[in-house]
C-alpha cells in the first residue's frame, strides 16, 4: 500500500515537471551562427541547429589554428634570443645561430601553411 501511494506522487511529480519543462522552450531566441557559414561554405539556415554546430566548430578549429601558429611563433622567438644569448656569451658557434633561425623561419612557414590549409579544407 505504502509503495503504490510512494509510485502514484512520484508518477504525478514527473508528469508536472513534465509539464512545466515543455513551456520552457515557448521562446528561445535564436542563436546567430558565426560567419562564414557552415562546413562546406554554405551559409547556415534559421532552425539549422547540425548547420549551426557545424559552423561553430569551423569557427573553434579557426581559433585553434590561429592559436597554436602564434604559440609556435612565441616559441620560436623565444629559442632563436636564448640561442643569441649564448652566441654573445661565447657558448654557440655563428653556424649554430644560422642553424636556428634558418630553421625556426622554416617551422613558422609550415605552420602557417598547415594552419592556412586546415582552413581552407572546412570552407
Wanted: aromatic content about 10%; glycine content about 12%; overall charge positive.
Amino acid at each position: 500500500m505504502k509503495k503504490s501511494i510512494f509510485s502514484k506522487v512520484s508518477q504525478a511529480t514527473l508528469l508536472v515537471a513534465v509539464m512545466m519543462h515543455e513551456s520552457v522552450f515557448a521562446a528561445l531566441p535564436n542563436i546567430p551562427t558565426p560567419q562564414g557559414g557552415g562546413i562546406g561554405g554554405a551559409q547556415v539556415q534559421d532552425g539549422d541547429w547540425m548547420g549551426q554546430m557545424g559552423a561553430y566548430f569551423k569557427a573553434g578549429i579557426s581559433i585553434l589554428a590561429l592559436v597554436l601558429a602564434g604559440l609556435s611563433f612565441i616559441k620560436v622567438m623565444g629559442g632563436g634570443l636564448r640561442k643569441w644569448n649564448e652566441y654573445s656569451r661565447g657558448q654557440a658557434e655563428f653556424a649554430d645561430l644560422k642553424e636556428f633561425f634558418i630553421v625556426g623561419v622554416i617551422l613558422i612557414v609550415f605552420i602557417v601553411m598547415m594552419a592556412n590549409y586546415a582552413l581552407s579544407v572546412l570552407a
